[in-house]
């Protein structure tokens, strides 16, 4: 009797701590949202052969909360996908980034029109052979011309040789010291990660630790308490992660790359390297659009919108400008080795919507185009 009543009482903790981890996203849930069942769908339909695992967080003014979740966190153990998950933001990671330098912009220690190499420790100047010419403004529009660490053969040569290998940022830019500028600083747009890691290593010139600064200055004051950073020796390591698959032939079969997807993203600063709930991600871009992180006239200047050689405006201070149908929304798209994802605000529609799946979407392929067209469904079913 003793021992079934032993038994009892463990199956009922067990059962609870798995409600209570289930619960705890820090979010009211609309069980009434009107759209949840086409968008169940949506994700049901490309789980069942295109994507390993879905996650989705969804706020509107109308209609308050909802997260919702499909396909597997873990294909191996048959783990389904839950809301409780972290996912990887990849460079959603940036509009972090750019909230963190505009904060310092904020409080005096930072001039955005000034040269980098005021800002930049002097041992890392031989790294850009114009780097006087470069602003702060323009490694946060992606103006500045640096050349491109990621697309670099050295740096892609050691992903490939030591895959398993946690690197430095440091050790990654010194591989640019004899590339040229992609073009002149300032006069057009260009997408380049190498931005966002010199604005981390500015940003740690000026703070100490620019993670440890996000976490006092982004985190905390929004109780964003299931998103880490840097802020935990291992926090790459957390058992909420999701694993991480790759279509690495591109005939829709994955293989499991996490210990890969880890140590990528453990090496990268600034550009990358945030994980979270998709109700966090949210969170993050309602604290910021609601003016509870930085000044309207530091909002205003993330909202100038540079062009790109087509003459659309594509790219503000840390925020991409997206066009959905008729509908511009800003907030930004991340992918890598083994995850995806996009998070979105829609002012028209008073709605923010941040989605994640756990395969690899950095390189073309039919899985990237999957998940693209799932975003797309996604989108247009919640803004609809």
């Not at 968008?39 to 994507?51: E, F």
């Not at 909802?66 to 294909?75: E, I, N, P, R, T």
Request: charged share 20%; net charge neutral; aromatic share 10%.
């Amino acid at each position: 009797m003793k021992k079934t009543i032993l038994t009892l009482i463990a199956v009922i903790s067990a059962t609870c701590f798995i409600a209570a981890q289930e619960n705890n996203i820090g979010i009211k849930q609309n069980n009434n949202y009107s759209k949840a069942k086409a968008l169940q769908s949506i994700m049901d339909k490309y789980t069942a052969k295109d994507l390993p695992g879905i996650s989705i967080a969804i706020y509107t003014e109308d209609e308050g909360w909802w997260a919702g979740s499909s396909g597997y966190a873990k294909v191996e153990t048959k783990t389904p996908m839950k809301e409780y998950h972290l996912q990887y933001l990849q460079s959603v990671s940036k509009t972090y980034m750019a909230v963190a330098i505009l904060k310092l912009h904020e409080e005096g220690k930072i001039d955005l029109d000034a040269p980098i190499t005021k800002y930049l420790p002097k041992q890392y100047h031989h790294w850009l052979k114009n780097g006087s010419d470069i602003t702060v403004r323009m490694l946060l529009s992606h103006t500045s011309g640096v050349p491109e660490y990621i697309s670099n053969p050295e740096y892609t040569a050691t992903i490939l040789l030591t895959p398993l290998k946690v690197s430095k940022m440091e050790e990654a830019l010194e591989c640019l010291k004899d590339d040229e500028p992609q073009y002149a600083p300032g006069t057009k747009y260009r997408y380049t990660n190498t931005n966002f890691a010199l604005l981390a290593l500015i940003a740690d010139a000026i703070t100490g630790n620019h993670a440890t600064y996000i976490n006092k200055n982004i985190f905390i004051p929004l109780g964003l308490s299931n998103t880490h950073y840097r802020n935990e020796k291992n926090y790459i390591n957390n058992t909420n992660l999701v694993d991480s698959y790759w279509d690495l032939l591109n005939v829709n079969k994955f293989v499991n790359i996490t210990p890969m997807q880890k140590a990528n993203v453990a090496s990268m600063v600034g550009d990358d390297g945030i994980i979270c709930t998709p109700a966090d991600a949210v969170k993050f871009m309602r604290g910021l659009m609601e003016g509870k992180l930085l000044k309207d006239s530091s909002l205003k200047a993330m909202e100038q919108f540079v062009k790109n050689d087509e003459g659309r405006p594509v790219y503000g201070l840390g925020l991409i400008n997206f066009q959905v149908d008729s509908l511009t929304a800003y907030g930004h798209g991340g992918g890598g080795i083994g995850a995806g994802c996009a998070l979105l605000y829609a002012p028209q529609k008073h709605a923010y919507i941040f989605l994640a799946t756990n395969v690899g979407c950095v390189w073309d392929g039919p899985t990237p185009e999957k998940a693209n067209a799932m975003k797309e469904e996604i989108w247009k079913t919640v803004l609809q």
